[in-house]
């Protein structure tokens, strides 16, 4: 079964950049189509960027574009997000996502924090 681990959060000041990797542990992890959401407190989870599997075309929800930027590295089994210019409204946990057709695995998420 494929498994996927969240790193990189932290508590960082607005303005500042934090990389999240999701690094699956299964080669296959390069098969699927990742996507990254977050979750504030309160809120329902939302979806914040995807790269897909075949052409490694990328999505982002318009509150990130321009200061997120989404990557895979099929060597290291890994997907990351790239966040520049945080702001405070960027407060959640990021969780990642894998999907093929109907299967999905989700990663246990890690906090991020923009505060000054």
């Known amino acids: 079964q494929l498994q996927l681990v969240e790193s990189g959060g932290g508590l960082v000041q607005p303005g500042g950049s934090l990389n999240l990797p999701c690094t699956g542990s299964l080669f296959a992890f390069n098969y699927y189509g990742i996507g990254w959401f977050r979750q504030a407190p309160g809120k329902e989870r939302e979806g914040v960027s995807c790269i897909s599997t075949n052409d490694d075309s990328t999505q982002y929800t318009d509150s990130v574009k321009g200061r997120f930027t989404i990557s895979r590295d099929s060597v290291k089994n890994a997907v990351y997000l790239q966040m520049n210019s945080l702001k405070p409204e960027d407060t959640a946990v990021y969780y990642c996502?894998?999907?093929?057709?109907?299967?999905?695995?989700w990663g246990q998420g890690t906090q991020v924090t923009v505060s000054s």
């Open positions: 996502k894998a999907a093929l057709v109907q299967i999905n695995y």
